[in-house]
Structures are given as structure tokens and as C-alpha cells.
């Protein structure tokens, strides 16, 4: 790679999209130095399923052409979208053979809004096979390796967005958080990832996983830049029933009305401190938290009662949506269709046991039998209860405080391959993700430093209201500005 | 069937009248080429998801008011989950635990009784494709235009006790449903449809038999037969001292039989669950209020009131009212020549007649009610005679010209004047002294062949009751 590529992919999305807007920048150069930077590092992360390659470049060209147009806040700016979102004319596979090769014809809205602004689209990022898992080795077609260490995961389910992100191949991605697939990947990756308020991003396009859960949200390498790509794709879409006709705030302006942390009620749950978290999470959280203090923020004790029970309703409402949301893909209309089926029954059986992989086949059984009659009580209904008390609970600590901090994830990126025979084990990384899910609220992870043990990324998880997404990411930007981020990670083999 | 007692309930499907899908904005037009009515959203693409149809909403809510039921301002999309090839989602969005209308009742007459019949529920739901199986190249094709079509299910309780009563029941829903507008009520399409649960039971027992689902009963003779069928072969089911079988059978119209389908034990597990994709339907009390103000007055109400009012026979005002807008042009006709019972002669013989020739209904010629007001009261006041007015009909029906003009400018009004018609009286006379003599003589039924000898004439327009008064006066 040139220095100049070089020096082009460490900027910024803010920064990038300044310079492109004042021509200092071409389209064409931009997007060059990322696909540079992608021939340099894909081999060794495998961060995209689809790199679209030199057709964008042709796109940045009809760009430069028609010249800078204030009225596209992403003009020339080259990003990556998780393969769960429809991209028309890309091909689209969740990670998954069941999809095979389908192009769909119809972008999600989030996609449609980034094309709007004038963003260049470079490629489709791998993920956990429809988004279940944690590590992005649930890929059907590789594992993504994390940019800072090759050896580790990058965390999942939006692996491929975070990786791609952290190695510096574009300047923010999309990716989709049902139990903390934003968050975690970001944490270890140390990138910043949002998710938004349930509803506030329409799922248009997205390839549902848990569909009262999903949420689309970027990943980026600053808050700001998370601040710029919120405002694209945030917004009321008559074709989501569930998307909220709410106005959207002015982030960016939120951002800049705050200078310090003064008058911040910082609310720290007790559930997120207890046992079960590597000491050097731990250490790099409380530093973050000590720095906040700093900023003027007071640290205010709360309690997440029902934080416990969240993995158990957690694993009975997504799998039981994922085993209805997944019945489409029979192999009748499109993707991946058995061979020479005997009759009905064997086109659908084969088709689905060839086509999805093993965790995906697990949590459609596991969902089947929650919803089955005799069950559907016990289970299903039970965890919609449980479900009404963790928001509850988010609601009253909400009501003594500002934002909730805790680690979003309990360890540092691990070693590929460590815990996939273990589900129950990979399960229990999800745990200070996936109660937010439940509850439908927003919630960001900033890099906090780097582990003093690992040498991995360490995340610190900040928790907001409903659609106070603005509030979130001006405190956000605030502390993250003062404790610094790691910029673009090096793609290579860890010390 | 001295001995047992049949229970039946019947569960009917009826397709909402909306341009649109319920959860896209595809058009539901029935007969166009396979797949043209087709979007991603009602092909099951991935990442799609439905928007409901608010007219849909209205539609349900109305016909859930017209048969008494208690409309829920909160009601809940559920997925009912099962794999078939005409069924792209995996699942069809339905309600379950809490559907948009309950505990509704209609009333019906048979055989003078009548016998109130509860309606357990109403609620939405999506319809699925069409499998077609092709012999020649020995495959199944899909097509998806019906995939997505908004229906209403109308569930009855297990009220009624014959054939009979459960085709007057669905008689009676058919008529709302049409009149309320909210499905055309077209049988042979499938836009209004009936499964049948039958059961018997020794007469005087309390608990119910076990019962069979009918299925593929797609008009009201198909429904009386298979209903009908199915008590008998329970009954000897029983008598044969053998136990009738929880299951889903066909009635084959061919042969009039009801087949096995599938049992009890390959019965699907639906494994309903509130569809997360869709908010809870709420309905403000406005609109409620506002749809309820709006009801038009159903056919039963109808029919009384046209028998008490215009003093129609029950058979006259049941044709009338079978079609609310055949009901709404008698009343107009009537308001302008104040004939209620000559209307609905007309109405009956003249108007259905040239009906039934072209295939069209009354909304769709050219003539208003209030010619047909006007042709009976220039009948009535001898302007034309009923035979003209007979002749015309068509013409007018095609037209829509008014009967009093479109006469005048034809020359057809009837002759009136007493020497005019006396002239023709004479000649007649005059041209056939034979007949003359043998009416004299005691054949007075020649009466009418004088009569024709004058009409033709004076082209049928002499008025016939002067020319019998001038006959009968001259040939003495
Ligand atoms: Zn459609």
C-alpha cells in the first residue's frame, strides 16, 4: 500500500467526508486507497462475503463527475453493510448456504439511505450465519479473524463490519444487533458501535433473525462518526410497521452542545460488576469510569434485578421468532434448493439440514419447541413476562440516572476456535448485551484502552433512554474523546 | 334421525373487498396471469415486512357490528406457522388469542322457527396461493396473485341442528357480507367459502359427538348435501356399533360423498405466536362510532320493514332484499309511483328477466329506478298498456331514456279517444259478418279475436279496456 492510501484509510468518516466535500479529496481516490486496503488485509481477516471491487470505482468516477453535492451528507464516503441487509443487485447470504446465490432486487432502508447520501458501497461483511452467534464463526463460508490479533475472533455476530472497520477498509459499516452483535464485535474489535432504539431504524431489508429484538446501528472507528451515520439511516418508513413515526433529534448538534460531563448521572449496576469478568475488563472500565468522574459525571449505584434471567429469555423469544422468521427459506422459490427431491416432505428436509448450519438448526428446534402446544405457556409466555420486568427494571434505573456503564463484554477477544464446541459457555458472552435487546433500548460501545494482560480491546457498554440516542452519543463523544481511540488496527499476527 | 341429533358449526371465509393486500399493496384482483399480482412482500422475500391494510381493518370491524358482536379495540396478528409450497412465508398472519370481533349472534327462520345461532368470532388473516399440479410434464407450479388476499374468518358456534338451518345461516352471512359490501360474496371465485364441523349425538344427550371438519363445500346446494351426507354416514358409523373419527374430510361433489382427508394425529401444531413484525391493531372509539353510525340496515331488518311498509308478501320482499341494491331501486321506483306490489311485479318478471339475459346486476344498466317508477305509473294511468310496456323494457333498461318521453316520440302512447277507437271497432265488425254471426250466436270468447283485429289496427295502441266496453255494447 502507498503511504497516501495509508494515510487516507486512518482518517476518519468526519474527516474523510470534509476533505472529500472541498475536493481535496477525489471519490475515486478514497475509494481506491480502500480497496488497497482491502487487497492488503482481506486475506488475512476475511472480513466480506462480497467485495463488489472494482464496479465501485466506476461508482466514485460518475461521482467525481457530477462533483460534491452538500445536500449528500456521505458523498464519496466508502462503507461496508452486513450481509443480513438486501443490497438490490448484491448478493445477499446472511452468512448462510440456505441463500446460495440471491441477488435480491430491492435494497433495505438503511442501504437505500446510505445510497441516498452518496455513500459508495464496497462489499458485504460476514457475519454469524443469520446473525446467531458471538464469534463469526458460525459464517458458513469462513471464520473473520480479528484485525488487532489474527488468531483471536473479532466477536459477533457483525464480525465482518467490526473487523472491517478496525482494519481500516472503510470508514464505518452497518451492522445488526439482536442480543449485542453490534456492541460486543465493536468492543472487541475496539471500534464504536451503536444500537439504536428499537424502531428507530427501520428494518426494511433486514433478514430477520429476532424480530422484536433486530436493530440496524453503525460501526465505526469515533462517535462522531456513529453521531453522522445514525442521522442517515434514522427515520419513520411506512413499509416497518414497528419503525417509529418519531421525529429524528439533531445528533450532530448534540454533540457539539456538549463540552464535559457536568451534570451526567452515570448509573452503574450492580449486575454488571459481579463475578465472571477478566480483571483487565474490569481495570479498563473502572479507569473509564474514574475518567468520567474527571469530566464532572457522578457515579450513581443501581440495580438491574432481573439481569439474570435475561439469558433465559433471551434464548426462548429469539429462537422462537428466528424458527418462524426462518421457515421462508424451503428451497420453493429461491436459494439453495435438494437435489432431486422424492416428494414434498424431502425437498423441504434436505433442503434446510443442507442448507443451514448447526447452530442455526439448534435454535430453530430450540424455538419450534417453545412455541409447541403444551409449551408455549412455559416457555414462551413465561419469557414474554420476564421480558416486561427487565424493562421495568431499565426504566426505574433510568429514572435515577442518565446513562448506564458497564463492560459489554466480560473478556477480551479470545482465540479462534476456543469456545465454539461449547454453546452454553459462547452463550454467556452475550450477558451484558442482550438484556438492552430485550428491553428495546439504545446502547453504544466506546473503545476504553487496551487490555493490560491480552493486549485486546476493551469496550465500555453506555446504556440511554428511548430514542435519547443524542443524549448517549454527546456523553459518549465526550468520554471517548478524552480517553482517546486506537485508530486502524494493524491485520496482522498479535504479539 | 329419529334417534340422534345433529350439531354443526360452520367456519366461513370471506374475502374483503380491498384494491390492495392486506399486508402489501398488491392488487387482488381475481384472474390475471399467475405471479403478475406479486411483490416481495406476499412472495415471502427475506427482509420484507408487512404493513396492514386499514380498509381491511374497517371492513372486519363492520361486518363484526352487523352480527352483533363486540368489536376489541385491541386486536393481535398472530402467526400460524406451517410449511406448504403455497405458503411463502412459512406462515399465515392470522389473530389467535385476542382476534378484532367476538361473541357475535345472528338470527335465522327455517321453517317459520327461528333460532338464534352465536358467532364465536371473527378475525383477520392473510390467504395463501395456489398449488396447480400439472399432469402433463408431471410438476407443481405455484401461483402467488392470491397469496396475501385479506379474509375474514366467521366462526359459529355449534348451534345448528340440520342442513337446513346451517344453509340459512350462511344465506343470511352471505347477504350481510354483500350488503355491508365488505365481500362480493362471489361463491364460484372462492371469495366466500364454508368448512363445515358436524357431529351427532343421541337426542336428549348434553355432551357433544365426535365431530368431522367439511371441507371444499363451495356452494349452498353442496353445503345441504354434504352436511346431509355426513349425519347419515355417522349415523350408521354408529349404528354399526362402530366410533366416528375426529378428522378432516372432502365432500366430493361428483359423487356426494365425503372422503378422509387426514386424521386427528397428522393434525398440525399451528405453534401461534403474536407476529413481532405487526403493533396490536387499535381502533379509536371515533372510528367505531363512526362505522356504527354508518351500517346500512341489514337484509332481515329490510324485509320486515318492506313487508310492513309496503305491504310486500315474504317471498316478494325476500327477493328484493337478497340484493341491497336491487332493494335500494325498488324503494326508489316505488317513491315515484307510490305501487309498491305493481314495482315489484315489474321488478320481478321484466327487470330480473333482462337481468339474467345480459348477466349483470342492477348497479350496472343504464336505467334508473325512477324509470321504472314512471313506466309503472303511465301503465297504471293508461298512457301504454302492459304489453308496451313489456316490449320496451330493454330498450329502455339499455337506454336508460324515461318511458314517458322515449313513448311520446315513438308514437306508442294508447289510444284513448272513443271515436277514434270506434272506427276500428266498426271496421272490424264490418269485415267479418261471419264471425259476427257466430258470436252472436254464443261464441263469445271471439271477443279476443276482434280485439286482435283492432289492435293490429291501431298498431296495439288502442286501450283495451274501451275496446271491450265498445265491443261488447256493439255486437249486443
Ligand atoms: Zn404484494
Redesign the interface.
Known sequence: MSDTSTAIVSLSLADVRDRLARRELTAEQVTAACLDRIAATEPAIAALLTNRGEAVLAEARALDGAGPDPAKPLWGVPLTVKD???TAGTR?T?GSRI?GD?T???D?FAVARLREAGAVILGKTNMDEFAMGSSTENSAFAPTRNPWNVARVPGGSSGGSAASVAAGQCFGSLGTDTGGSIRQPASLCGCVGLKPTYGRVS??????Y???LDQIGPLTRTVEDAALLLSVIAGHD?????SAALPVDDYMGALAARKDLSGVRIGVPREFRGEGIDPEVSAACQAALDKAQELGASIVDVELPHTPYSIAAYYIIAP??A??N?????G???GRRAESPRD?ADL?VRSRAEGFGDEVQRRIMLG?YV???GY?DAY?RKAAQVRRLIREDYEKALARCDVLCGPASPVTAWGLGELTSDPLKMYMMDVFTLSLNLAGLPGLCIPVGMGGRSGMPVGLQMLGRAFGEGDLLAAANVLSGALGVPGVAPACEGA | MALYEAVIGLEVHAQLRTRSKLFCSCSTAFGAAPNTNVC?VC??????????NARAVEYAARMGMAVNCTVNPVSVFA?K?Y?Y?DL????QISQFETPICEHGHLDITVNGQTRRIGITRIHMEDDAGKNIHSAGDNASY?DLNRSGVPLIEIVSEPDMRSAEEAVAYLKALHAIVVYLGVCDGNMEEGSFRCDANVSIRPKGQQEFGTRAELKNLNSFRNVQRAIEYEIARQQDVLEDGDAVVQETRLYDAVKNVTVSMRGKEEAH?Y???PD????PVRIAAEDLARWRADLPELPQARRARLMEQHGLSEQDAEVLTADRALADFFEAATAVCGQPKKVSNMMQGALLRELNQRAVTVDAIAMRPEALGELVRIVEAGLISAKIANDIFGELLESGAMPEAFVKERGLVQISDTSAIETAVDEAIAENPAEVEAYKGGKTKLISFFMGQIMRKTKGKANPALVTELLQKKLG
Open positions: 443480513a441487509l438486501t445477499t446472511c441463500l440471491f435480491p432486487h430491492y433495505a428494518r426494511f431489508g433486514l433478514v430477520a429476532g424480530s422484536s411506512p413499509r416497518d410497521a414497528t422462537a421468532e424458527s418462524s426462518l421457515a421462508r427459506f424451503d420453493v422459490r429461491y414434498l423441504y419450534t412455541l409447541s402446544s408455549y414462551y | 416481495e412472495s415471502g422475500m427475506p427482509g420484507v415486512l408487512p404493513v396492514p402467526r406457522n410449511f409450497p411463502p412465508k412459512g406462515y405455484v401444531d405453534r401461534y405466536f413481532p413484525d405487526l403493533m
